[in-house]
């Protein structure tokens, strides 16, 4: 017989693509790594009664409710996953954490620096109760990532020179895809900026263990109006019958300059014609390079140049080995892993922590300091200046 292990009472707002892929995490983590806390999928939450009875169902969730208020109230519920568009994300995770429940909050923070900071000031205080909070970066846990960073951090590139990150899509490319809440900035904040810029923003601070100092930026709405989509497109008060406004960019190009002395180059676009969810990221040091495509995300490739340049170059590392982070949870050598494994492994390190009483990362502060990179990228871009970050 099994030891009993105690759960973790689990409530999730929100269940279209981030709900989804949480619902799978939170289904498997248990199932696939050891955990201190055995994950309970209590009660799914969401504004159409019908469809989000049906997600429950779906996704595996015990209950479905229509008011996030009575999620963060119940005593069944020792955590809340907030996985809404961004215009909740402080007002829900600030009262859970008021409530004492820990709370995983989907990226970017907030729509705001002011919201992120509010956020990152209530996650302090319920610290000190013991409270926990993360902010859902899960590019972090691709395995391929997470050795990066231990490359970079064993000192294999040597010192740091270019930063190159860029998050390439292209489901918006068509100018007669409909408006949804992504392209509404009341409920989005930002567009390619936030949405993905924000990932390659953490990841490259994560994998160099540098800071962003100062930033020079670009933003670009190539459509400016759109088809409005059906009623259930979540879309904010300013939209009307026929078609509507795009709010947010659609692409962001930006410089940076890291606190390390290195210089970034990044782009975040939802027009890379042929590009699906291509995160490219390339660091190149004085010791070697490294490069990384989400698209082909169980590969890292390292350039070692103290090696012979003539048997030198990028080799071709299939991070899948037992003893790459998370792998030795899943499938033998060779057998890859997919975007819904990043998800997973969040689950498991946020439930670890929560069993030892420690801080999961990324910490709502550093969700504030991704916040500040972007709304400095916004303000270069519309004052054609340079924007330092603020500590
Ligand atoms: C849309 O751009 C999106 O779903 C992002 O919001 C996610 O963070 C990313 O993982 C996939 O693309």
Redesign the pocket.
């Given at each position: 017989m099994t030891e009993q292990k105690a759960t973790l009472g689990v409530g999730m707002i929100g269940y279209a693509?981030?709900g989804a892929v949480h619902s799978h995490a939170w289904r498997s983590a248990h199932r696939f790594f050891d955990l201190p806390l055995t994950p309970r999928m209590q009660v799914l939450c969401g504004r159409d009664a019908t469809r989000v009875a049906e997600a429950a169902d779906r996704f595996g969730w015990e209950e479905s409710v229509t008011d996030w208020r009575d999620v963060i109230t119940r005593d069944d519920v020792d955590l809340v996953d907030v996985c809404t568009p961004g215009d909740t994300h402080a007002e829900i995770a600030i009262a859970a954490l008021e409530a004492g429940k820990h709370v995983l909050c989907?990226?970017p923070l907030a729509n705001t620096v002011a919201e992120a900071e509010r956020m990152a000031a209530a996650a302090a205080v319920a610290a000190e109760r013991g409270v926990r909070a993360m902010v859902g970066f899960?590019?972090r846990r691709v395995p391929a990532i997470a050795l990066a960073r231990k490359l970079v951090a064993d000192g294999r590139l040597g010192e740091l020179h270019h930063v190159r990150a860029q998050y390439l899509?292209d489901?918006l490319a068509d100018p007669e895809t409909p408006l949804s809440w992504?392209l509404d900035k009341a409920k989005a904040g930002s567009g390619?900026l936030g949405?993905?810029g924000?990932?390659v923003i953490d990841l490259t601070q994560h994998i160099t263990g540098d800071r962003i100092l100062e930033v020079s930026g670009m933003l670009e709405t190539f459509v400016k109006e759109r088809p409005v989509a059906s009623a259930s497109s979540g879309l904010s008060a300013t939209a009307g019958a026929g078609r509507g406004p795009v709010t947010v960019d659609d692409a962001a190009v930006f410089m940076a300059r890291f606190a390390g002395g290195a210089i970034g180059s990044f782009e975040a676009t939802?027009f890379a014609t042929g590009r699906k969810?291509a995160i490219r990221i390339e660091i190149n040091g004085s010791k070697g390079s490294l490069a990384f495509d989400f698209e082909d995300m169980n590969v890292l490739h390292f350039h070692d140049a103290t090696i012979p340049d003539a048997e030198g170059g990028f080799r071709r590392i299939v991070v899948t080995e037992p003893d790459h982070p998370w792998v030795a949870g899943w499938w033998p050598p060779g057998h890859g892993l997919g975007?819904e494994h990043g998800f997973t492994h969040q689950v498991v390190d946020l439930v670890r922590a929560l069993g030892e009483g420690t801080a999961p990362a990324p910490t709502f502060a550093d969700g504030l300091q991704v916040q500040r990179v972007l709304a400095a990228v916004e303000t270069s871009s519309d004052s054609r200046t340079w924007q330092e970050i603020p500590a």
């Open positions: 693509f981030m989907e990226k899960t590019y899509q489901w992504r390619a949405d993905i924000a990932h939802r969810n975007y």
